[in-house]
């Protein structure tokens, strides 16, 4: 893949879904929540998609919490473009974005430490933020059983 033929910029409505299609393959494996097409549409100034020869092939979003505290969430890459940069770029582009916002620390909740670890996240208890456990948490069906490590990162 040419770099140059590769981006990240923000979502329009009618990456609604292809971003769909890119987080439904790893809801169902278990690896991300499900977000339903309507949570996307009515989210989609919160996306970022990465775009390949026309192809929407990874997306991530953004979620703010307080004025200081955010969260990267929806983070994927569809399987075949995995391991060629495009996560880290998504993931960069989410922090910059943050940053001009005043954010100060942005954290996840991932099944894939490893990754987030390569690109500066470190993990903390859940119970840190609060906020994230009653507005998302008390909705889903890990709830009791979350196996999810949240990572943290000061901008
Ligand atoms: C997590 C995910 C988005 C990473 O995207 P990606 O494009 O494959 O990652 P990148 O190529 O940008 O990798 C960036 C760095 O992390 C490393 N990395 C990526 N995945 C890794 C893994 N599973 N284990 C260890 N290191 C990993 C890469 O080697 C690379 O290191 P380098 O910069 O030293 O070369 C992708 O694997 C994915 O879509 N996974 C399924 C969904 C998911 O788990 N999302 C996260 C939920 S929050």
């Not at 494996?29 to 919160?46: C, F, K, P, T, W």
Request: charged share 25%; proline share 1%.
């Amino acid at each position: 893949m040419q770099q140059s033929e590769l981006y990240v910029r923000y979502a329009r409505l009618a990456d609604a879904a292809a971003i769909s299609a890119i987080t439904a393959e790893y809801a169902l494996q278990g690896i991300m929540l499900e977000r339903s097409g309507e949570n996307i549409v009515e989210n989609i100034r919160n996306f970022f998609v990465a775009e390949s020869n026309g192809e929407v092939i990874g997306c991530c979003a953004i979620a703010f919490y307080t004025l200081r505290l955010a969260e990267i969430r929806s983070l994927a890459v569809f399987n075949h473009y995995k391991m060629k940069g495009i996560g880290r770029l998504l993931v960069e582009k989410a922090e910059s974005v943050l940053r001009e916002e005043g954010v100060s620390e942005v954290f996840v909740l991932t099944l894939n430490s490893k990754f987030f670890r390569h690109l500066g996240y470190r993990e903390i208890q859940k119970e840190y933020f609060p906020q994230k456990i009653w507005r998302d948490c008390t909705h889903c069906p890990k709830l009791m059983a979350c196996d999810e490590i949240a990572m943290v990162k000061a901008l």
